[in-house]
Structures are given as structure tokens and as C-alpha cells.
């Protein structure tokens, strides 16, 4: 079981910047893929990021590709989204999301755990 609490949400104008948090408790985080995912509304929940377990791998959408940067660090079992640049259309709720490697790509059902998100709103 692994358990994900998301911080670090706000309003921020278009061009600025945000770093979302996800702490994590359980005791194999380290052995899941995490994973960053977005939904505005009347929208479907959509991918951002994801990151392996060892933090060698990463992978982005195009839409935040070249803006953004997913991190973790295993022995404080945290999960970071920077994200710079900030358009109006990153405007979401923010979601983490943890889920064992084979199965943890850029579609939601991949991941079996997930946290109770933060609001972005970017202002234009």
C-alpha cells in the first residue's frame, strides 16, 4: 500500500513557476513508478510526467516537454513536479500517482495508488 499527498497548488500568473510536491508513505515506494497526471474541468484526466524507480528514467507529454522536470527522492519518499513557463491551459487539479513499473505509463490505469490532488490555476 502506498499512501500520496500532494502539495504545493496555487495561482500564479502566466510565465511563472510552481513546484508540486507528493509525499509518499509505505515502505516499497522505491520499487513503484511515479507518475504526474492533470484534469481541468470537463476534461479527461491526462498525463504529464513519469519517472522509474531509480529516477533514470523520465518521460513527459508534449504539452509540458522542455518546461517541466519530474524528480523524486527515495529516502525522503517524495515525488516533485517543477514546472516553469506556466500557460493559462496548465490550469488543472494535479494529481500523483503511483503504480508498479510494467503497468505505469502515460495512461491512468496504469497506476494503483493515487493522491487527492492540488490545484494550478494560471492566470493570464
Known amino acids: 500500500q502506498v499512501q500520496l499527498v500532494e502539495s504545493g497548488g496555487g495561482l500564479v500568473q502566466a510565465g511563472g513557476s510552481l513546484r508540486l510536491s507528493c509525499a509518499a508513505s509505505g515502505r516499497t515506494f522505491s520499487s513503484y513508478a511515479m507518475g504526474w497526471f492533470r484534469q481541468a474541468p470537463g476534461k479527461e484526466r491526462e498525463f504529464v510526467a513519469r519517472?522509474?524507480?531509480?529516477?533514470?528514467?523520465?518521460y513527459y507529454a508534449d504539452s509540458v516537454k522542455g518546461r517541466s522536470t519530474i524528480s523524486r527522492d527515495n529516502g525522503k519518499n517524495m515525488v516533485y513536479l517543477q514546472m516553469n513557463s506556466l500557460k493559462p491551459e496548465d490550469t488543472a487539479v494535479y494529481y500523483c500517482?503511483?503504480?508498479?513499473?510494467?503497468?505505469?505509463?502515460?495512461?491512468?490505469?496504469?497506476?494503483?495508488?493515487w493522491g487527492q490532488g492540488t490545484q494550478v490555476t494560471v492566470s493570464s
Open positions: 500517482a503511483a503504480g508498479q513499473a510494467f503497468r505505469a505509463g502515460t495512461q491512468p490505469g496504469g497506476y494503483a495508488y
Open positions: 519517472i522509474n524507480w531509480s529516477a533514470g528514467s523520465t
